[in-house]
């Protein structure tokens, strides 16, 4: 007997525990985001995320880049100086989806190679501080929008159990007892995707939950902008803090195959 949208919203959602056994096993779970953005899917294997979403199992998957070691293994292979690949670094930690040109004839990691097609690379790279548990104990994931292909991404956890197979856990974390001021009356959405360009030009790729309130990509893009010009000085001496578990230099010798 096939499983119905009712069965799936009937069964219970998973705790962190429960998440990170379930990823340690190459699963697929799905895990909320900070508003304004909707939940993610996310998997040490790009062919897990794409088989969770039910689409083709080599469509190229977004890079979650939140360890700070990742994005020191792939600098190199960025088509960008020093000062574009800082404004690459900000755009993650912003919880922006971004784009970064990568270089002709560079040696790429295997692990990267999921999240790069026509020479763009793309990754993701929130951590919000309720997923860091999970997160630094996995260094390298896929990540893409928990939605089936064609619905919209889930922006609840009854959202995610009712659209997802019971296959596909789904992560459950506490509502916060306050909502943050500066997302309040924002509509979840996926997130902002911008495309970076070698120039340090940012382009708006994607609609998305940063945007939403702006009438024209324009208008945004001179917002981020200035936002960037304001946090250059303390962003570019800055660094990431140190996670658990360090991110493979060179092959998946160490991670389940993609």
Same mark, same amino acid.
């Given at each position: %007997?096939?499983?119905?949208?009712?069965?799936?919203?009937?069964?219970?959602?998973?705790?962190?525990?429960?998440?990170? *056994?379930?990823?340690? !096993?190459?699963?697929?779970? #799905? #895990?909320?985001?900070?508003?304004?953005?909707?939940?993610?899917?996310?998997?040490?294997?790009? *062919?897990?995320?794409?088989?969770?979403?039910?689409? /083709?199992?080599?469509?190229?998957?977004?890079?979650?880049?939140?360890?700070?070691?990742?994005?020191?293994?792939?600098?190199?292979?960025?088509?960008?100086?020093?000062?574009?690949?800082?404004?690459?670094?900000? &755009?993650?930690?912003?919880?922006?989806?971004?784009?970064?040109?990568?270089?002709?004839? =560079?040696?790429?990691? !295997?692990?990267?190679?999921?999240?790069?097609?026509?020479?763009?690379?793309? %990754?993701?790279?929130?951590?919000?501080?309720? &997923?860091?548990?999970?997160?630094?104990?996995?260094?390298?994931? +896929?990540?893409?929008?928990?939605?089936?292909?064609?619905?919209?991404?889930?922006?609840?956890?009854?959202?995610?159990?009712? %659209?997802?197979?019971?296959?596909?856990?789904?992560?459950?974390?506490?509502?916060?007892?306050?909502?943050?001021?500066?997302?309040?009356?924002?509509?979840?959405?996926?997130?902002?995707? $911008?495309?970076?360009?070698? !120039?340090?030009? %940012?382009?708006?790729?994607?609609?998305?939950?940063? !945007?939403?309130? +702006?009438?024209?990509?324009?208008? +945004?893009?001179?917002? &981020?902008?200035? *936002? +960037?010009?304001?946090?250059?000085? @303390? @962003?570019?001496?800055? *660094?990431?803090?140190?996670?658990?578990?360090? $991110?493979?230099?060179?092959? =998946?010798?160490?991670? /389940?195959?993609?």
């Amino acid at each position: %007997m096939s499983e119905t949208p009712k069965d799936r919203a009937d069964r219970a959602p998973v705790s962190l525990v429960q998440a990170g *056994r379930a990823l340690r !096993d190459g699963t697929a779970v #799905v #895990v909320p985001n900070a508003a304004p953005l909707t939940h993610v899917v996310t998997a040490p294997r790009a *062919r897990s995320v794409n088989e969770a979403k039910g689409r /083709p199992v080599d469509q190229p998957v977004a890079l979650w880049a939140h360890h700070p070691d990742t994005l020191r293994a792939l600098e190199h292979i960025w088509k960008l100086g020093t000062e574009q690949s800082a404004k690459a670094r900000w &755009l993650l930690q912003e919880r922006f989806t971004v784009l970064v040109p990568v270089q002709d004839g =560079t040696d790429t990691p !295997d692990w990267a190679s999921p999240a790069i097609k026509d020479g763009w690379m793309l %990754m993701f790279g929130a951590r919000w501080q309720p &997923l860091r548990p999970l997160l630094d104990e996995h260094p390298v994931l +896929y990540v893409s929008s928990a939605n089936r292909t064609g619905h919209p991404p889930a922006a609840t956890t009854a959202d995610a159990l009712a %659209m997802f197979p019971a296959t596909v856990p789904v992560l459950a974390l506490p509502e916060p007892e306050e909502p943050d001021a500066a997302t309040a009356g924002m509509e979840r959405r996926a997130t902002t995707t $911008v495309r970076l360009h070698p !120039d340090g030009r %940012m382009e708006l790729h994607r609609h998305g939950a940063q !945007d939403q309130h +702006y009438a024209t990509p324009a208008h +945004y893009l001179q917002q &981020l902008q200035a *936002r +960037y010009t304001q946090a250059a000085p @303390h @962003h570019a001496t800055g *660094r990431a803090p140190s996670a658990a578990s360090s $991110v493979p230099s060179r092959s =998946t010798a160490e991670l /389940p195959e993609g």
